[in-house]
């Protein structure tokens, strides 16, 4: 079950040691995220209903339907049109697919509210989706990875809820994305870092976050390579200025 409070009961797919989801602290941030396995048939009301109840504006999702010929997670969203899920109403208004994640937009509305009583009924939900990361593995690099972090996490509008993170069940891909997100924060704000304090402290709200040592040791390298590359992203009004830069084209070039 998904339920709108500190502990939200999953189920145990029993392929990355699913337990209990919970909301998690980001950096400097209560309740930033909420970390959960992915929705399974019987559960998909309540996912809806929990990304409604929480505010939630951002679904990030980090496997695919099917990886190594198992099913990893259920498909919760619909595939073109409108599906209805309980008392949530969810239309796929558009789908942009990258090179290693893909960018879905959904409108979803409460059949059951009234507008004059509770406001708006309908509200927009984005889900970034990365279809690039093995189960139980790492990406080849981790370049893409945190373009991804950066994007999805920056997309979350400041009064809009926590984020909704999700795997298989909810611990290795997912407690990879939360650590990488908090300490890219803190490095942006504090330039240090300590990955082991924070993990250790988000595994006291969930077991397993990080699951694997590859996904340990793929933390560290990402960000070393955020720290040595900076931001590699360049806003088109910029660009025309940044190429008659020497000293620019040289310090990207090194």
Request: hydrophobic share 35%.
């Given at each position: 079950?998904?339920?709108?409070?500190?502990?939200?009961?999953?189920?145990?797919?029993?392929?990355?040691?699913?337990?209990?989801?919970?909301?998690?602290?980001?950096?400097?941030?209560?309740?930033?995220?909420?970390?959960?396995?992915?929705?399974l048939p019987g559960t998909f009301d309540?996912?809806?209903?929990?990304?409604?109840?929480?505010?939630?504006?951002?679904?990030?999702?980090?496997?695919?339907?099917?990886?190594?010929?198992?099913?990893?997670?259920?498909?919760?969203?619909?595939?073109?049109?409108?599906?209805?899920?309980?008392?949530?109403?969810?239309?796929?208004?558009?789908?942009?697919?990258?090179?290693?994640?893909?960018?879905?937009?959904f409108q979803i509305k409460h059949l059951?509210?009234?507008?004059?009583?509770?406001?708006?009924?309908?509200?927009?939900?984005?889900?970034?989706?990365?279809?690039?990361?093995?189960?139980?593995?790492?990406?080849?690099?981790?370049?893409?990875?945190?373009?991804?972090?950066?994007?999805?996490?920056?997309?979350?509008?400041?009064?809009?809820?926590?984020?909704?993170?999700?795997?298989?069940?909810?611990?290795?891909?997912?407690?990879?994305?939360?650590?990488?997100?908090?300490?890219?924060?803190?490095?942006?704000?504090?330039?240090?870092?300590?990955?082991?304090?924070?993990?250790?402290?988000?595994?006291?709200?969930?077991?397993?976050?990080?699951?694997?040592?590859?996904?340990?040791?793929?933390?560290?390298?990402?960000?070393?390579?955020?720290?040595?590359?900076?931001?590699?992203?360049?806003?088109?009004?910029?660009?025309?200025?940044?190429?008659?830069d020497y000293n620019f084209q040289a310090?990207?070039?090194?």
């Open positions: 079950m998904f339920l709108p409070i500190d502990a939200l009961e999953t189920i145990d797919r029993g392929d990355e040691g699913g337990r209990k989801s919970f909301t998690y602290y980001g950096y400097h941030k209560s309740r930033a995220f909420i970390g959960t396995q992915g929705p309540c996912f809806w209903r929990m990304i409604w109840e929480q505010r939630v504006a951002i679904i990030v999702m980090i496997t695919n339907l099917v990886e190594r010929g198992r099913r990893k997670c259920d498909m919760y969203w619909p595939k073109d049109g409108t599906e209805t899920y309980g008392v949530i109403q969810v239309k796929l208004l558009q789908e942009d697919v990258m090179a290693t994640y893909t960018v879905r937009t059951k509210l009234k507008r004059k009583k509770q406001g708006s009924i309908e509200k927009i939900v984005y889900q970034y989706h990365y279809t690039n990361w093995p189960d139980h593995g790492t990406p080849d690099h981790p370049l893409p990875v945190l373009n991804f972090v950066k994007k999805s996490s920056a997309a979350n509008p400041q009064d809009a809820g926590p984020i909704v993170v999700h795997c298989s069940a909810g611990v290795g891909r997912t407690g990879t994305y939360i650590v990488l997100d908090a300490m890219l924060r803190q490095i942006e704000h504090k330039e240090v870092l300590n990955v082991f304090s924070f993990l250790r402290h988000i595994r006291g709200q969930r077991n397993f976050l990080v699951q694997t040592e590859e996904q340990y040791i793929f933390i560290h390298d990402a960000l070393v390579e955020a720290i040595a590359s900076g931001e590699t992203n360049i806003k088109p009004d910029q660009l025309i200025e940044q190429l008659n310090s990207q070039f090194k």
